[in-house]
């Protein structure tokens, strides 16, 4: 199973960016995708998760910023930040929880995307 981020980058304080976390290989279906960060010297913390039946969660401090989808052919989940701060700068991770074909549950990482806010 093959986790992948994309869409970190540079940002000025207040702009917005995309990330994506694509899943593929032998999975049936993925159960949840939550996305955490981890900034330096800090512990990683979790920021959101979509789970399979489309219901999500955000940490109180993203509420209203940032947006969880998915995209219902592939999958790929999406997270959308705005107004980002300075303090947002991290390496975010997409965690999956997913379930094997044969029915058993399984839990896999990305290698993370760095996301960098400048004031």
């Known amino acids: 199973v093959q986790v992948v981020e994309s869409g970190g980058g540079l940002v000025q304080a207040g702009g917005s960016l995309k990330l994506s976390c694509a899943v593929s290989g032998l999975i049936a279906n993925v159960k949840a995708m939550r996305w955490y960060r981890q900034a330096p010297g800090k512990e990683r913390e979790l920021v959101a998760v979509?789970?399979?039946?489309?219901?999500?969660d955000y940490a109180d401090s993203v509420k209203g910023r940032f947006a969880v989808s998915r995209d219902g052919s592939k999958n790929t989940r999406y997270l959308e930040m705005n107004n980002l701060g300075a303090e947002e700068t991290a390496v975010y991770y997409c965690n999956v929880q997913a379930t094997t074909y044969c029915g058993d549950p399984s839990t896999h990482w990305g290698q993370g995307t760095q996301v960098a806010v400048s004031a």
């Open positions: 979509i789970r399979d039946n489309g219901a999500t």
